[in-house]
């Protein structure tokens, strides 16, 4: 009598290594869908937050809002440039951030609602900039020259101040701008 013994068979434990690796895949694959859906989700996000942030203003565009000249505290003119004007809250905190380019004689004047020490930072500010503080009697009072850019460090105006015009960096220097001369500035 022959007796039938039962042999392990061979292809049951590639079956089960196949479906373990097909199992460990759809996991992998169902974690790295998860992640990079959050991660898209989350840069749509900041995306809109930019767009709210900087209102109806083009980011990298420069839109032309007034005239602003520098003079001497005698009143002789020694320069003019093209501003936008930053005078509501939102305007203010957005500033020249998220801008790649501003032209040599264009500038951004910051208008406070009173006199009072203020101070700037360059947070996603992308320009390397002067940051000229003026009293309430339209006087220099601090230049914040080559501040640079995404720098946190606060720069504060050291005195006193209402308006705030920012340049491109080393323009008070080619200019000849300094604290005790005067803007005089008017909106179009």
Known sequence: MSKNKTQPSKKQPRKNLWMQITVVVVLIAFVAYFILSNILVNNESKNNDLEKAVGNRTAYSFVKEGDLSFTNPKGDSIAQIEIEIADDDQQRQTGLMFRN???????????????????????????????????????????AKNAKPYDDKSLPSVKPAQYVVEVNAGYCDKIGIKEGDKIVWRRI
């Open 101 to 143: 380019k501003m032209g040599e004689y264009q500038g951004m004047l910051f208008i406070f609602d009173s006199e009072a020490p203020q101070a700037f930072w360059m947070h996603n500010t992308v320009l390397q900039l002067d940051i000229i503080y003026v009293n309430s009697k339209m006087e220099i009072v601090h230049i």
